[in-house]
């Protein structure tokens, strides 16, 4: 019913930038809170940042002043730019997104294929 697809993701050196972008497709009535999670070798998913449909943001501590997630209601895209990248951000990147689709009484969640974020010279 509903497809996130994922693009941007690749290798880049410590100190570099790189921005991915999800883009939502399908029956969809209402796209609420969008956000971006990873997840690192041995490690558990963490979430990276957030957005509400209004656009109020949150960020995971480790990423605030670098990271910033924004989107674009027209296009049902979310979108996160990264800079400043370090090694430690190495990981699979997952978008999420909380959606209402038709023909269904509440929204559920959706998850895009990830893709991988490489920081290493």
């Known amino acids: 019913q509903v497809q996130l697809v994922e693009s941007g993701g690749g290798l880049v050196q410590p100190g570099g930038s790189l921005r991915l972008s999800c883009a939502a497709s399908?029956?969809?009535?209402?796209?609420?809170?969008m956000g971006w999670y990873r997840q690192a070798p041995g490690k558990q998913r963490e979430l990276v940042a957030i957005?509400?449909?209004?656009?109020?943001?949150n960020y995971a501590d480790s990423v605030k002043g670098r990271f910033t997630i924004s989107r674009d209601n027209t296009k049902n895209t979310v979108y996160l730019q990264m800079n400043s990248l370090k090694p430690e951000d190495t990981a699979v990147y997952s978008c999420?997104?909380?959606?209402?689709?038709?023909?269904?009484?509440?929204?559920?969640?959706?998850w895009g294929q990830g893709n991988q974020v490489t920081v290493s010279s």
């Open positions: 399908g029956s969809i009535v209402s796209l609420n809170a």
């Open positions: 999420n997104a909380n959606v209402l689709v038709y023909g269904v009484s509440y929204s559920d969640d959706y």
């Open positions: 957005i509400t449909k209004g656009g109020s943001t």
